[in-house]
Nanobody, 121 residues
Framework: QVQLVESGGGLVQPGGSLRLSCVAS????????MGWYRQGPGEERDLVAV???????NYGDSVKGRFAISRDNAKNTVDLQMNSLKPEDTAVYYC???????????????WGQGTQVTVSS
């Protein structure tokens, strides 16, 4: 079955950087819109960044100018470069994608398990 697996989370000091990666596997036919969401303690899951199949991007207001999303269609991956990290960026970051599998004609939305990012001094 189709799965999304994130990696790259960890502990970093304010002002530091991290790069998150997400790979889709398991009968992937095509990946359409994909991106990252995050959920801090006691908060709703919010948009961080999304990227379409043709490379168009959209960012949440709080991360514009600091984060950058990219994708590699040949590798079925999406990355999130996070710079100038702030304590308020602390959250579980989830990979999300609309994917068509090899066995079904309709795309469905998938979520990864999440990776913890902690920004603290």
């Amino acid at each position: 079955q189709v799965q999304l697996v994130e990696s790259g989370g960890g502990l970093v000091q304010p002002g530091g950087s991290l790069r998150l990666s997400c790979v889709a596997s398991g009968g992937v036919r095509s990946i359409h819109r994909m991106g990252w969401y995050r959920q801090g303690p006691g908060e709703e899951r919010d948009l961080v960044a999304v990227i379409t199949a043709d490379g168009s991007t959209n960012y949440g207001d709080s991360v514009k100018g600091r984060f950058a999303i990219s994708r590699d269609n040949a590798k079925n991956t999406v990355d999130l470069q996070m710079n100038s990290l702030k304590p308020e960026d602390t959250a579980v970051y989830y990979c999300n994608a609309d994917i068509t599998s090899k066995w079904f004609e309709l795309a469905r939305n998938y979520w990864g398990q999440g990776t913890q990012v902690t920004v603290s001094s």
